[in-house]
Protein backbone atom coordinates (compact mmCIF):
# COMPACT_ATOMS: atom_id res chain seq x y z
CA UNK A 1 0.00 0.00 0.00
CA UNK A 2 1.24 3.46 -1.08
CA UNK A 3 0.05 6.64 0.44
CA UNK A 4 0.87 10.37 -0.11
CA UNK A 5 1.37 12.82 2.79
CA UNK A 6 0.69 15.97 2.24
CA UNK A 7 1.82 19.14 4.20
CA UNK A 8 1.80 22.64 3.94
CA UNK A 9 4.58 25.15 2.86
CA UNK A 10 3.06 28.48 4.60
CA UNK A 11 4.82 29.55 7.65
CA UNK A 12 3.38 32.94 8.10
CA UNK A 13 0.28 33.40 11.06
CA UNK A 14 -1.58 35.82 9.64
CA UNK A 15 -0.45 39.52 9.59
CA UNK A 16 0.65 38.63 13.58
CA UNK A 17 4.45 37.94 12.94
CA UNK A 18 4.66 34.77 14.46
CA UNK A 19 5.29 31.46 12.60
CA UNK A 20 3.00 28.91 11.88
CA UNK A 21 3.06 25.75 9.37
CA UNK A 22 2.04 21.88 10.32
CA UNK A 23 0.91 20.71 13.31
CA UNK A 24 3.21 18.20 14.68
CA UNK A 25 0.98 15.55 16.17
CA UNK A 26 -1.07 15.50 13.26
CA UNK A 27 1.45 14.61 10.88
CA UNK A 28 3.81 12.11 13.86
CA UNK A 29 0.75 9.93 14.87
CA UNK A 30 -0.64 9.59 11.10
CA UNK A 31 2.61 8.59 10.14
CA UNK A 32 3.55 6.34 12.39
CA UNK A 33 -0.04 4.49 12.42
CA UNK A 34 0.55 4.24 8.53
CA UNK A 35 4.03 3.41 8.67
CA UNK A 36 3.67 0.21 11.10
CA UNK A 37 0.81 -1.60 9.50
CA UNK A 38 3.18 -1.70 6.61
CA UNK A 39 2.49 1.31 4.01
CA UNK A 40 5.05 3.03 1.84
CA UNK A 41 4.61 6.27 2.51
CA UNK A 42 5.80 9.37 0.27
CA UNK A 43 6.05 12.95 1.61
CA UNK A 44 5.31 16.36 -0.83
CA UNK A 45 4.63 19.52 -0.16
CA UNK A 46 3.61 22.66 -2.54
CA UNK A 47 7.66 23.74 -2.32
CA UNK A 48 9.14 21.09 -1.61
CA UNK A 49 12.04 20.27 0.74
CA UNK A 50 11.10 20.66 4.52
CA UNK A 51 7.71 21.63 5.11
CA UNK A 52 7.36 24.27 8.49
CA UNK A 53 6.95 22.91 12.06
CA UNK A 54 4.40 25.06 13.54
CA UNK A 55 6.64 26.15 16.65
CA UNK A 56 4.18 25.72 19.04
CA UNK A 57 3.08 22.18 18.73
CA UNK A 58 7.06 21.24 19.85
CA UNK A 59 6.53 22.64 22.98
CA UNK A 60 6.21 20.30 25.89
CA UNK A 61 2.76 20.11 26.46
CA UNK A 62 1.45 19.36 22.69
CA UNK A 63 4.46 16.32 23.00
CA UNK A 64 2.89 12.99 22.45
CA UNK A 65 4.38 9.32 22.03
CA UNK A 66 4.20 9.70 18.37
CA UNK A 67 6.38 13.17 18.47
CA UNK A 68 9.16 11.53 20.56
CA UNK A 69 9.71 9.14 18.52
CA UNK A 70 9.48 11.18 15.64
CA UNK A 71 12.26 13.37 17.48
CA UNK A 72 14.29 10.79 17.75
CA UNK A 73 13.29 8.78 14.15
CA UNK A 74 16.64 10.35 11.69
CA UNK A 75 15.36 8.15 8.93
CA UNK A 76 11.79 10.17 9.20
CA UNK A 77 13.31 13.37 9.68
CA UNK A 78 15.22 12.86 6.41
CA UNK A 79 11.98 12.36 4.72
CA UNK A 80 10.84 15.13 6.24
CA UNK A 81 13.00 17.30 4.85
CA UNK A 82 12.92 16.43 1.57
CA UNK A 83 9.62 16.48 1.01
CA UNK A 84 8.53 16.28 -3.28
CA UNK A 85 7.28 19.06 -4.94
CA UNK A 86 3.55 18.65 -5.06
CA UNK A 87 3.33 19.31 -8.78
CA UNK A 88 5.43 16.34 -9.44
CA UNK A 89 3.30 14.11 -7.64
CA UNK A 90 1.05 11.75 -9.77
CA UNK A 91 -2.43 10.12 -8.51
CA UNK A 92 -1.84 6.48 -10.14
CA UNK A 93 1.11 6.01 -7.54
CA UNK A 94 -0.46 5.60 -4.61
CA UNK A 95 -3.75 4.51 -3.21
CA UNK A 96 -4.37 7.19 -0.94
CA UNK A 97 -3.43 10.76 0.34
CA UNK A 98 -3.62 12.31 3.68
CA UNK A 99 -3.11 16.04 4.88
CA UNK A 100 -1.98 16.86 8.34
CA UNK A 101 -3.09 20.17 9.58
CA UNK A 102 -1.82 22.92 11.66
CA UNK A 103 -3.02 26.26 10.33
CA UNK A 104 -0.51 26.63 6.94
CA UNK A 105 -2.93 25.09 4.78
CA UNK A 106 -5.86 27.53 5.20
CA UNK A 107 -3.42 29.71 3.25
CA UNK A 108 -1.38 27.72 0.62
CA UNK A 109 -3.38 24.12 0.15
CA UNK A 110 -6.51 25.73 0.41
CA UNK A 111 -5.88 27.54 -2.97
CA UNK A 112 -2.83 25.58 -4.10
CA UNK A 113 -3.88 24.42 -7.93
CA UNK A 114 -1.96 21.02 -8.20
CA UNK A 115 -3.32 20.14 -4.72
CA UNK A 116 -7.12 20.83 -5.60
CA UNK A 117 -6.62 19.27 -9.45
CA UNK A 118 -5.04 16.25 -6.92
CA UNK A 119 -7.89 15.49 -4.57
CA UNK A 120 -10.18 15.64 -7.56
CA UNK A 121 -8.12 13.13 -9.63
CA UNK A 122 -8.45 10.69 -6.30
CA UNK A 123 -11.96 10.90 -6.34
CA UNK A 124 -12.41 10.22 -9.63
CA UNK A 125 -10.11 7.49 -9.22
CA UNK A 126 -12.12 6.18 -6.15
CA UNK A 127 -9.03 6.68 -4.16
CA UNK A 128 -9.83 8.33 0.04
CA UNK A 129 -8.86 11.22 0.90
CA UNK A 130 -8.04 12.10 4.71
CA UNK A 131 -7.55 15.27 6.44
CA UNK A 132 -7.65 15.84 9.91
CA UNK A 133 -7.93 19.54 11.99
CA UNK A 134 -7.64 22.49 9.46
CA UNK A 135 -6.58 20.54 6.49
CA UNK A 136 -10.11 19.99 5.80
CA UNK A 137 -9.61 23.29 4.19
CA UNK A 138 -7.80 21.74 1.30
CA UNK A 139 -11.48 20.47 0.18
CA UNK A 140 -12.91 23.62 -0.18
CA UNK A 141 -12.26 24.17 -3.74
CA UNK A 142 -11.89 21.11 -4.83
CA UNK A 143 -15.22 19.92 -7.00
CA UNK A 144 -17.37 16.99 -7.38
CA UNK A 145 -17.84 15.45 -11.26
CA UNK A 146 -20.72 16.81 -11.93
CA UNK A 147 -19.49 20.18 -10.54
CA UNK A 148 -20.66 20.53 -7.27
CA UNK A 149 -18.52 21.27 -4.26
CA UNK A 150 -17.25 18.18 -3.42
CA UNK A 151 -17.89 18.82 0.45
CA UNK A 152 -21.65 19.40 -0.40
CA UNK A 153 -24.36 16.90 1.02
CA UNK A 154 -21.43 14.93 2.77
CA UNK A 155 -20.47 14.76 5.87
CA UNK A 156 -17.29 16.35 7.33
CA UNK A 157 -15.79 17.93 10.14
CA UNK A 158 -12.73 19.91 11.25
CA UNK A 159 -11.69 22.57 13.36
CA UNK A 160 -14.46 23.84 14.57
CA UNK A 161 -15.03 27.68 16.04
CA UNK A 162 -15.39 27.45 19.22
CA UNK A 163 -11.26 25.91 19.18
CA UNK A 164 -10.67 28.60 16.82
CA UNK A 165 -11.90 30.79 19.68
CA UNK A 166 -10.27 28.80 22.34
CA UNK A 167 -7.06 29.44 20.58
CA UNK A 168 -7.65 32.98 20.24
CA UNK A 169 -7.10 32.89 16.41
CA UNK A 170 -10.62 33.69 15.21
CA UNK A 171 -9.07 37.22 14.24
CA UNK A 172 -6.17 36.10 12.65
CA UNK A 173 -7.16 33.23 10.13
CA UNK A 174 -8.36 34.30 6.88
CA UNK A 175 -12.22 32.09 7.33
CA UNK A 176 -13.06 30.13 9.78
CA UNK A 177 -13.13 26.81 8.60
CA UNK A 178 -16.79 25.32 10.47
CA UNK A 179 -18.61 27.85 8.82
CA UNK A 180 -16.83 27.42 5.07
CA UNK A 181 -17.68 23.88 5.13
CA UNK A 182 -21.06 24.39 5.95
CA UNK A 183 -21.38 27.42 3.51
CA UNK A 184 -20.67 24.89 0.61
CA UNK A 185 -23.59 22.24 1.61
CA UNK A 186 -21.04 20.23 4.20
CA UNK A 187 -23.12 18.30 7.02
CA UNK A 188 -20.38 19.81 9.50
CA UNK A 189 -20.27 17.59 12.69
CA UNK A 190 -18.39 17.81 15.93
CA UNK A 191 -18.29 16.85 19.56
CA UNK A 192 -16.96 19.06 22.86
CA UNK A 193 -13.66 20.81 21.75
CA UNK A 194 -10.48 18.57 21.92
CA UNK A 195 -12.13 15.55 21.84
CA UNK A 196 -11.60 13.04 18.73
CA UNK A 197 -14.04 12.61 15.90
CA UNK A 198 -13.60 11.23 12.59
CA UNK A 199 -16.16 11.52 10.16
CA UNK A 200 -16.37 9.16 7.36
CA UNK A 201 -18.50 9.50 4.34
CA UNK A 202 -17.45 7.41 1.05
CA UNK A 203 -13.86 8.63 -0.07
CA UNK A 204 -14.12 11.24 2.24
CA UNK A 205 -13.07 11.11 6.16
CA UNK A 206 -11.84 14.34 8.11
CA UNK A 207 -11.11 14.56 11.89
CA UNK A 208 -11.89 17.65 13.87
CA UNK A 209 -8.90 18.38 15.59
CA UNK A 210 -5.13 16.94 16.75
CA UNK A 211 -6.62 14.85 19.18
CA UNK A 212 -8.30 12.98 16.06
CA UNK A 213 -5.48 12.29 13.69
CA UNK A 214 -4.80 8.52 14.96
CA UNK A 215 -8.03 7.92 14.06
CA UNK A 216 -8.24 9.71 10.77
CA UNK A 217 -4.88 7.78 10.20
CA UNK A 218 -7.01 4.13 11.31
CA UNK A 219 -10.07 4.82 9.00
CA UNK A 220 -7.33 5.61 6.21
CA UNK A 221 -6.53 2.17 6.17
CA UNK A 222 -9.66 0.37 7.00
CA UNK A 223 -10.97 2.42 3.13
CA UNK A 224 -7.90 1.42 1.74
CA UNK A 225 -8.39 -2.08 2.48
CA UNK A 226 -11.64 -2.49 1.66
CA UNK A 227 -11.41 -1.22 -1.71
Not at 44 to 53: F, K, R, V
Not at 59 to 75: I, K, V, Y
Not at 97 to 105: E, L, M, R
Not at 123 to 146: E, Y
Request: with cysteine; proline share 7%.
Amino acid sequence: MNVLIVLTSHDQLGDTGHKTGFWLEEFASPYYTLLDAGVVLTLASPLGGQPPLDPKSSEPGFLTDATRRFEADSAANTALASTVKLSTVQVDDFDAVFYPGGHGPLWDLHNDPDSIALIESFIAADKPVATVCHAPAVLLKAKAANGDPLVMGKNVTGFSNSEEAAVELTDVVPYLLEDELASLGGLYQKVDDWHPLAVVDGLIITGQNPGSSTAVAEALLKAVNSL
